[in-house]
């Protein structure tokens, strides 16, 4: 079973187009992330929710939206998409209210190209 | 701010010991320790909490020097399949926000 689990796995999209990243877990986590992860490998946290409250907002443009319907599902759309935003997307989730002593589970990542 | 980590890169063969090192520019609760292989997710290997042990999986192990604001992820008896990015994540005051350090890319030869 798959504990994360993101799709699609590659999206391939023109500059200016809407796209959305989904995200679900079936860990029964109250708590996901979205991070992107750059050329560089930099991973970097943009947004984190708990049982659907947003509690993390980095300060990432306002053409992304994180939606959260419910707590195993955290959804990402981004508008009007430039050729910066190409990176892996991940999304992650955690026990509780993000406690430190625990450990966040990865999904496999979006690769977004942007051309 | 992002926590540095050195060396940025290292290549050893099989069997040889590596240190990686994480450190802050603010005082750390915690910090957690994943390994990332090519085109694959970032996996857990464990956490140091402030005032907590050093932990340990299998020949990996870890210490947390709160002093300093650094923490130290020592492998031991490398294997191939320990080849893979390293990266720290940082906590500061138990916030829940991860701020994942610059990466050390670990190439294990036979």
């Known amino acids: 079973d798959t504990a994360v689990s993101q799709t699609p796995k590659y999206l391939v999209t023109q500059m200016g187009n809407d796209k959305s990243i989904k995200c679900e877990q079936n860990?029964?986590?109250?708590?996901m992330y979205w991070y992107k992860q750059d050329s560089k490998k930099f991973l970097k946290i943009m947004f984190s929710y708990n049982n659907k409250e947003l509690i993390i907002n980095e300060t990432v443009p306002n053409r992304f939206s994180p939606k959260s319907p419910d707590k195993a599902h955290l959804n990402l759309h981004i508008n009007s998409l430039e050729l910066g935003d190409s990176a892996v997307y991940f999304c992650?989730?955690?026990?509780?209210?993000?406690?430190?002593?625990?450990?966040?589970?990865f999904g496999p990542g979006t690769r977004l190209t942007v051309l | 701010q992002q926590p540095v980590q050195s060396p940025q890169a290292v290549i050893l063969r099989e069997g040889e010991d590596a240190v990686i090192n994480c450190s802050s520019s603010k005082a750390l609760y915690s910090v957690h320790w994943y390994r990332q292989k090519h085109g694959e997710a970032p996996v857990f290997l464990m956490i140091l909490l402030k005032g907590g042990e050093q932990m340990r999986h299998e020949k990996i192990s870890a210490s947390f020097n709160e002093k300093k604001q650094q923490s130290s992820l020592y492998l031991t008896a490398s294997q191939l399949s320990y080849s893979g990015t390293y990266f720290c994540g940082t906590e500061y005051g138990g916030n829940e926000k991860l701020t994942f350090g610059t990466g050390t890319r670990l190439t294990i030869i036979p």
């Open positions: 992650a989730s955690r026990r509780g209210r993000g406690e430190s002593y625990n450990e966040q589970f």
């Open positions: 860990l029964g986590h109250d708590t």
